[in-house]
């Protein structure tokens, strides 16, 4: 098959976009893909650009195309609401054409040079596009090419310069929070990755916490210890998983007591792999009141994206450390429930709780012994 026109699971476009990373895009509504393919769903018969509003298919309904003309040649007919056979707008041109240059390791300054515009232009047109700044797509660009390389079976060093970390501190500083583990770890899936984790009973059943040296990897809540460390294995399959109750003791206390709505939690540093745009989810999560819940879209326009109701949600499905970042106070518009990784009861009764707590109680929490867990904003930055 002809991959400038379409493309299967595991292949690549003329542009380099792969299925992965092309079904991202259309869950984000990223309009920085917009140009680069559209994608077609097999039961309505249509195709759309990766930004267009409507409705998300289910993935296995979703067939993705280089271009226009071969979904119209494949039987498919163009969208009404995103028009993806008209020419992409200037503006999102201009975007798109940055963005590629900073994924090839550009520096901001020497990809305005090369577009003929000012670097204020050019940060102002990615931010108002994306709702990112230069450098949080530099950090992006950077790891994913990194990701990329490790599975591909490179080395370490090798794959760190070929990202343009330029050092191992750098690295360090940065592949972190992009891989939820060290690089050596992810080259390997994971495997010897030293996991350690606890289950006991809290308010809303049983509560899972699991650590790595570097810190909080996964809160997950479940009907039982089977359910838990089943979906601690799916999330993380080769790590050396191992259970210490007795050895996290502390750290656990401390955590349920922030889940069950008490004292707030110990002061751990987050070890969790996220995309700059889930981290800029989670931080506004984190900025959300106790008693308090936003809407998908409400959040969408704190973020500066209006119409990434949708992405948002997918940021916090993709949470697993549950009430830490605290993705149960976001709400559909109409107020219902709108879906909770660990079912909307719990959702419902963490909402209810909250909400019960007083700010007097709360600060009498906050003011004993334990200190607070960090911002996320700064534990994902």
């Not at 040079?113 to 940060?123: D, I, M």
């Not at 992009?178 to 899936?189: K, S, V």
Request: hydrophobic fraction near 40%.
């Amino acid at each position: 098959m002809d991959l400038t026109s379409e493309w299967q699971d595991g292949g690549v476009t003329r542009d380099g976009v792969d299925d992965e990373r092309a079904w991202r895009a259309v869950c984000e509504r990223d309009a920085r893909f917009d140009g680069r393919f559209v994608f077609a769903v097999t039961s309505t018969g249509i195709f759309c650009r990766p930004s267009c509003p409507a409705r998300r298919p289910r993935r296995e309904r979703v067939r993705f195309f280089a271009a226009a003309g071969a979904a119209t040649a494949a039987g498919f007919r163009a969208c009404r609401r995103c028009r993806p056979s008209a020419p992409v707008a200037p503006g999102a041109t201009l975007v798109r054409r940055a963005l590629a240059a900073l994924d090839g390791g550009a520096s901001v300054a020497e990809a305005a040079e090369a577009l003929g515009v000012s670097r204020e232009h050019l940060t102002r047109a990615l931010r108002d596009a994306t709702g990112l700044g230069a450098r949080d797509h530099q950090r992006a660009a950077r790891a994913a090419t990194l990701r990329a390389r490790l599975r591909d079976g490179d080395d370490v060093t090798r794959a760190m310069h070929a990202a343009g970390y330029g050092s191992s501190s750098r690295l360090s500083d940065e592949a972190g929070a992009a891989l939820g583990m060290t690089p050596g770890a992810f080259r390997r899936g994971g495997a010897g990755e030293a996991l350690r984790y606890a289950v006991v009973a809290c308010r809303y059943g049983r509560l899972l916490v699991a650590v790595t040296a570097r810190g909080l990897a996964a809160v997950l809540l479940g009907d039982d210890d089977a359910a838990v460390e089943a979906e601690l294995a799916r999330e993380l399959p080769r790590a050396d998983r191992v259970r210490d109750d007795a050895g996290l003791a502390p750290t656990v206390s401390a955590v349920r007591a922030a889940v069950d709505g008490g004292r707030r939690g110990p002061a751990l540093p987050l070890d969790v792999e996220a995309t700059a745009w889930q981290r800029r989810v989670w931080a506004a999560l984190a900025d959300i009141p106790r008693g308090e819940t936003r809407s998908y879209a409400e959040l969408a326009r704190a973020l500066g994206k209006p119409g990434a109701a949708r992405a948002v949600g997918t940021a916090c499905a993709s949470n697993r450390v549950a009430v830490v970042i605290p993705c149960h106070r976001v709400v559909r518009g109409d107020g219902a429930m709108g879906g909770y990784r660990w079912g909307e009861e719990r959702k419902r009764r963490l909402l209810a709780d909250e909400a019960g707590i007083s700010v007097n109680q709360d600060q009498k929490a906050s003011a004993g012994a334990q200190p607070s867990l960090p911002s996320v904003s700064r534990t994902l930055t």
